[in-house]
């Protein structure tokens, strides 16, 4: 009896800062988080909630903004995911070749990853704004037009991802064994048909994992969105995590604030989940 | 042979194009960093007429780069330390307690990583704000933040680690008379070094160049973090686009010095953490 | 204060934050600087006679002109008071371009950050020229009047026209500093900016010019054309639940401020700030102060009336409406309907 309560003991002590911090920080904001996406909840001290019952989800729901917010977020998350990978494989095919320079290439290319979103937005700002124009010679940019403004969100996202996608790419072609693309030299494959027919198809495991990292990294973009373009033009590039800020400190509507940040926790949590679920399955093939 | 070496000039020369890509928005900020406000204004695009390093000093003054560089290193070495430490407890005493709690609690801290931080935000500043915990516009008040985000992630790599650890270690020790302190102390702490350092870099990068989470907790101008400290340039009557690209520039370079120190195991760090 | 500490001194910046911490502030009213403050520059924190918040200072804003441009092209400012003589002036700076070597007329923006010169200042215009602002914010609350159909907004439209007519190609890329910038380096004449701008204007061009133009709506007298738009950014506000000693301190403080030839000294020199109070007889700091005490002395003043706007309404609203005019996505009628819509949505929460 006293030695079970001594191993309770332990157990509960080596878990209690854990446990404390992740309850007090993640568990009790998200559950008192639902409660209030239910209530009048705005935030001033001291002052009363209300229940409203689903008011707020109606509201958030007829709100055109958010239906915009969802679009563009799609759109930017297809730009991105699309781009970084791209240019994560190329990469990744060009400092696996037997060349001198390949190790550096690889440190460049994966150090904008380590610079901190909002820094390497406002990089990318000045870059935008008075150094391409001035390369094309031309008087508009695109950070002042919708089409071209997300495109140009991606690119920055591609600049600071690309070289961690990279890196997950270089692992998954250097687990390669080394004999095959040896036989299929030998049996005079080219190089495309290398790249086709046995990187490809023995990449497509780290291939699924970039995507969803980069799908995952996509929905949730904050930092890059408030230094690089702030919603503008015309809220075009207002996406849902910003959404959220403006509807709850620059409206002071807390409450459809949190519903919009629910359904940004269903979103973001359905693709993680799709994510495992193809992950253990492969697994389970393997 | 010629043909393959014609080959690898090629590669080498479409590396280099790529390199000097790669690395030119870094030659940009720092060239127009040297320039002054009206050579920046009429001329963003050639080398500075005159190397104005009195750029330096002034964003280093108005942004409080000392000062918030000392915030940002003592909130992410403390963060840090209570991570690692405080994550690996757990995980270990989650993997060597076989019950159904143990097994539930666990689960819970993988399921929370589903949940985004902007979920949480707006009721969390509000319990931590007047009136609650009270603990806004507090350096301890962000570290317990951080403990409490970071620790799914951290839990879920040791966990992952510790279960491939064998036992025989741990209950030589039992024998010899060591208390679970001293084992973990002595045994467990060493033997996680690989995981641990992982888990340091990830948190790490994470904790240095976080925004969201110090805008809307250290609004006090005196624990501003060098995030929050950049965006000083970037406000609404900004208009100092040379002192913007210097206080860019020194905003960036602890992090250009600490990868060039520490880059595999920052590389090798990010792969395993992404690839779990 | 969203915060956490509770600091004994705070500032609000307007009304809408005025109500929305009510329950903090404490009762000033009988402070001394209260008398002595301007007319209307204690209104925004007043409620039913209580006053609430001390003035920081006076800012106002207005279209700042090229004085040494004006007078080589030959246009008397002074004569600059209706929408039609603003706009022979526009056209004439325009065909002198070349002489004067300007590349546009005016520097405006609608956008990044210098999206509030549009959608604070310039929407604050049609507000303030109400024959009464608060009464007419008062009607779109309770839902009795729109801005669309109404006179002055329609007005309102014929400037935004002009501005654009005579501003940039593409105002959708005009940061705050290119807009500022253009002006201080003479690649524009007219600059629709604040007092505030004066530092950035001196370090760049330190023998500039310049002074304030009204921004007239249309040509009838009776509409306050000749006036620009002053008022107070924030105040100063105590913490009512701070204890009594506490309190009594920061009144003291206040006072100092305001009273005191060391705080009023602080305001005008170190802050270049235009002081609210009438007992400060300190030359003003700069050109653009200058332009807005000559402005007051007249009486030529029109109110801050934005501040009384719900939340969101400018940064969100107006910008994007604004915006969405400026690229031909909507026209007039389709500009003040969307003004009137965001209001509604607003101010209904």
């Known amino acids: ?286 | 042979m010629k043909n393959y070496n014609k080959k690898r000039l090629i590669l080498e020369g479409i590396g280099l194009i790529l390199g000097i890509l790669y690395l030119s928005p870094f030659y940009i900020i720092v060239s127009n960093s040297l320039k002054s406000k009206r050579n920046i204004l009429v001329d963003t695009m050639g080398l500075p007429t005159t190397l104005q390093f009195e750029n330096y000093t002034t964003a280093i003054e108005k942004m409080e780069f000392y000062k918030s560089f000392i915030n940002s290193a003592w909130i992410t070495f403390l963060s840090l330390i209570a991570l690692v430490l405080f994550s690996s407890m757990a995980a270990w005493i989650l993997v060597r307690t076989k019950s159904k709690i143990s097994t539930l609690i666990f689960m819970m801290f993988v399921a929370s990583m589903l949940i985004p931080f902007q979920a949480v935000m707006l009721p969390l500043v509000d319990f931590f704000g007047a009136n609650k915990l009270n603990l806004l516009n507090n350096r301890f008040g962000i570290v317990l933040m951080y403990i409490g985000f970071g620790s799914s992630m951290s839990i879920f790599l040791f966990h992952g680690f510790i279960k491939s650890i064998p036992l025989d270690l741990e209950n030589a020790a039992y024998m010899d008379g060591c208390n679970v302190f001293q084992i973990f102390y002595h045994i467990i702490l060493p033997l996680i070094k690989p995981i641990s350092v992982t888990v340091a870099i990830l948190n790490g990068i994470w904790i240095w160049n976080d925004f969201l989470l110090p805008s809307l907790v250290l609004q006090e101008k005196a624990l501003r973090t060098i995030p929050l400290a950049a965006q000083y340039f970037f406000g609404a009557y900004s208009k100092d686009w040379h002192l913007a690209m210097a206080g860019l520039t020194l905003a960036i370079i602890p992090v250009i010095i600490f990868y060039l120190l520490a880059q595999k195991h920052i590389i090798k760090g990010v792969t395993n953490g992404a690839m779990k | 204060m969203n915060s956490g500490n509770e600091p004994d001194i705070f500032n609000i910046g307007g009304p809408v934050e005025r109500d929305q911490w009510i329950d903090f502030l404490e009762p000033l009213t009988n402070q001394p600087w209260v008398e002595k403050s301007f007319k209307g520059t204690l209104d925004m924190l007043t409620i039913d006679g209580e006053v609430y918040g001390q003035p920081y200072n006076i800012e106002g804003y207005g279209l700042i002109y090229n004085v040494d441009m004006f007078q080589k092209a030959g246009i008397n400012p002074e004569n600059i008071k209706t929408l039609s003589s603003l706009e022979a002036a526009f056209a004439k700076l325009e065909d002198m371009k070349d002489t004067l070597g300007i590349e546009d007329v005016l520097s405006f923006s609608i956008v990044d950050t210098a999206w509030w010169t549009a959608a604070i200042h310039a929407i604050n215009i049609p507000f303030a020229k109400q024959e009464n602002p608060l009464e007419f914010i008062e009607n779109l609350n309770n839902m009795t009047a729109t801005m669309s159909g109404n006179d002055r907004f329609m007005a309102f439209t014929n400037l935004m026209d002009l501005y654009f007519k005579y501003s940039y190609s593409d105002l959708m890329t005009v940061s705050y500093d290119d807009q500022v910038g253009d002006f201080a380096l003479g690649k524009t004449a007219v600059l629709h900016q604040g007092n505030w701008t004066i530092g950035m204007l001196d370090e760049i061009d330190p023998d500039l010019k310049v002074a304030f133009l009204p921004h007239p709506l249309n040509d009838d007298s009776s509409w306050t054309n000749g006036s620009i738009p002053i008022g107070v950014p924030n105040y100063w506000c105590v913490n009512k639940k701070a204890s009594e000693d506490k309190k009594d301190a920061a009144k003291l403080f206040l006072d100092y401020m305001a009273s005191s030839e060391r705080g009023a000294k602080f305001l005008v020199e170190e802050c270049s700030f235009i002081p609210a109070f009438s007992n400060i007889k300190l030359e003003p700091s700069d050109q653009l102060a200058a332009s807005i005490l000559e402005y007051s002395a007249k009486g030529d003043t029109v109110p801050w009336v934005w501040m009384y706007t719900p939340s969101g309404f400018c940064d969100i609203v107006v910008k994007e409406a604004i915006q969405n005019y400026y690229l031909g996505n909507s026209d007039k009628k389709a500009f003040l309907e969307a003004l009137d819509k965001g209001w509604t949505e607003l101010s209904s929460k």
Do not use: C
């Open chain 1, 1 to 286: 009896m006293k030695k079970s309560m001594k191993r309770k003991l332990i157990f509960w002590g080596f878990l209690g800062p854990s446990l404390i911090a992740f309850t007090i920080v993640v568990l009790v904001p998200f559950v008192v988080g639902i409660y209030y996406s239910f209530t009048d909840w705005n935030a001033v001290p001291g002052s009363t909630i209300h229940f409203v019952g689903l008011v707020n989800y109606k509201n958030v729901f007829n709100d055109p903004q958010l239906i915009r917010a969802f679009r563009n977020t799609f759109i930017y998350s297809f730009y991105a995911v699309f781009l970084i990978n791209t240019i994560g494989f190329l990469l990744a095919l060009l400092v696996t070749q037997k060349m001198r320079s390949a190790n550096l290439l690889r440190t460049v290319f994966f150090m904008p990853n380590l610079i901190g979103g909002l820094i390497l937005g406002y990089v990318w700002k000045f870059l935008f704004l008075k150094i391409v124009p001035n390369i094309f010679q031309t008087d508009g940019n695109m950070l002042s037009k919708p089409s071209t403004a997300l495109i140009a969100m991606a690119i920055v996202a591609t600049w600071q991802m690309g070289g961690y996608i990279m890196v997950i790419y270089v692992a998954a072609i250097q687990g390669i064994p080394s004999e095959l693309l040896e036989a299929s030299k030998i049996d005079g494959a080219n190089s495309w048909q290398n790249i086709k027919s046995i990187i490809f198809p023995l990449v497509a495991p780290a291939f699924t994992v970039s995507m969803f990292l980069t799908l995952r990294s996509a929905f949730m973009i904050y930092d890059v969105n408030v230094s690089l373009t702030n919603g503008d033009p015309i809220r075009s590039t207002e996406l849902i995590a910003m959404g959220i800020l403006s509807k709850a400190y620059k409206e002071l509507n807390f409450a459809q604030g949190q519903v919009q940040a629910i359904l940004f926790f269903v979103v973001v949590a359905s693709v993680s989940m799709i994510q495992v679920y193809y992950s253990k399955k492969r697994e389970v093939e393997m």
